[in-house]
Structure formats: C-alpha cells, structure tokens
C-alpha cells in the first residue's frame, strides 16, 4: 500500500498487487478505481487523506478494462466518465471487452454518466484538463492533460518504460503507434502511468522514453 502526494491537489494511491496506479485529484475526483482485489486498502488509503468515499464526486475511467473500472461501485456517489468508445463495455458488462474473465470475474453493469471524446476539456477545481484520445491497448483509452503544468495521466497507453499491450480486445499495434506519435506532439514534464513507476519533473527522460516507444513499436 503506497501513498504519494504529487501535487499539491494530485495525490498517488497504490492499494496492492495487480492493483494499477490510482489518482485522486482535489480531493473528490479519481482517475481509475481498480480491481475491488484489496478494496479495503483502497478505502484505508483515501481516508487516510482525510476523505470519505461517498465525498468522490467523479471518476474518470482511462479504459474500460476490469483492472481500472470495477471498483468504480464502491464509491456511489461518484458519476463516471469514460471514453465514449470503451462506454458500451462497461454499460452492457462484456466481461470480454473488459477483460474480467481474465481474473476469473463478471463484469457488472455500470451507469456512464458522460461519454468523453478526444480534445474535450474538464475542469476539477482550479485545472483545467484535456482528454487525448490514445487508441491502441483499447479503441477508448485517454490520456489526461494538464497543459498548464505539463502533467499526464496516462493510463494503459504508456509506462515509464514501455507501452500497453495491444493484444487484446480492440488493441492495435498501428494505432498504439499514432498515439505514441501523438504524444510526442505535446510536452510532458510529469507522466503518472497507470502501472508501475512514475517520472517526476523530467520532461528530456519522457520524451526520449517516447521516441523509443516509437520506434519500438513500428
């Protein structure tokens, strides 16, 4: 279990293995909700910083994939944005597209409250952020942009040394390519990756991450 302050309205929650990487930003917003594996530590974490779970007022999904999105349920307050290509696996509960059968789950049905689209923007307290549609590990992954301090959430699409796999449902490996070049368009000082370590304040290692991850990758 791992807690990290990033900013002074991000902070880094990591409840336990097979676990990705969680973000609760200005205190009632979280990027990604996990497997519900150690959903107890999640809870543990985010009161902890002194916030309960009905006080989370939006969760923004990076991908529909089970690993990211089945914890959603614990924090019913919450509505739930999502790329408005991955929205369809989580409304109907495809445990296929969702990849729930891989951990020996069901998929449940969950309400989308608002189905996101490429360059919108979101506003969770004073930031302003914007949604990059990066296809590749699925048809609706984002990225999460805040131009103004050059941070990204990431998601499946990119690590910190490597890119997501493309070998599932509605993966692609030519389109993972457009969304690494994509990527290469804006700048990025801090990249906060769904799995796995996090590069703080050093835009030359994540650029030249990406023209790695670009040419691995054709």
Known sequence: MKIKKIAKDIIYIHAGSMEPNIYLINNDTLIDTGLCLHKERLIKCIKSVGIEPEN???IINTHCHHDHTSANVLFTNAKILIHEKDAFCIESGDSLKTGAFMFGKEAKKQKISLKL?????????DVKFTII????????SICIYDEKRQILFSGD???SETYGRVDL???SKKDMKNSIEKLLSIKIKT????????IENNEHKINTLLHELKKEVY
């Open 56 to 58: 989370i007022k939006t």
């Open 117 to 125: 689209h490429d360059n919108d923007s979101i506003r969770i307290g």
């Open 133 to 140: 549609n990066t296809p590749g590990h699925t048809d609706g």
């Open 157 to 159: 699409t990119i690590f």
């Open 169 to 171: 449902e509605s993966g």
């Open 191 to 198: 990249l906060l990756p769904g799995h796995g370590d996090v």
